[in-house]
């Protein structure tokens, strides 16, 4: 079974960029589709962004859309958030996840991270 390992997380001012990533392990990344999530606090998770296994399709929230961009580098098992023009609202600790071997972003998600805390303040 696949294992997520989150990086990459901090403090950084409104405006600013940040990139995390998501290391795996235990399995074959490119039969993955890999999704971030995002939980601040008091709040529920809520999914952020997700490439898929088959076509890397790509899928953000209406509230990232614009500003983050996820990818994916097989060869060295690990997926990508990139981060930019950040807001105080981006506040929140940043999971990834993967749904079982096979499924694409719908599908439900199975394996997850412990994830890595962004703070956008100034």
């Known amino acids: 079974q696949v294992q997520l390992v989150e990086s990459g997380g901090g403090l950084v001012q409104p405006g600013g960029s940040l990139r995390l990533s998501c290391a795996t392990s235990?399995?074959?990344?490119?039969?993955?589709?890999i999704a971030w999530f995002r939980q601040a606090p008091g709040k529920e998770r809520e999914g952020v962004s997700c490439?898929?296994?088959?076509?890397?399709?790509?899928y953000y929230a209406d509230s990232v859309k614009g500003r983050f961009t996820i990818s994916r580098d097989n060869f060295k098992n690990t997926v990508y958030l990139q981060m930019n023009s950040l807001k105080p609202e981006d506040t929140a600790v940043y999971y990834c996840?993967?749904?079982?071997?096979?499924?694409?972003?719908?599908?439900?998600?199975?394996?997850w991270g412990k994830g890595t805390l962004v703070t956008v303040s100034s």
């Open positions: 996840a993967a749904p079982p071997l096979g499924l694409g972003c719908r599908g439900g998600m199975h394996y």
């Open positions: 235990g399995g074959t990344l490119s039969y993955y589709s």
């Open positions: 490439i898929s296994n088959s076509e890397g399709s790509t």
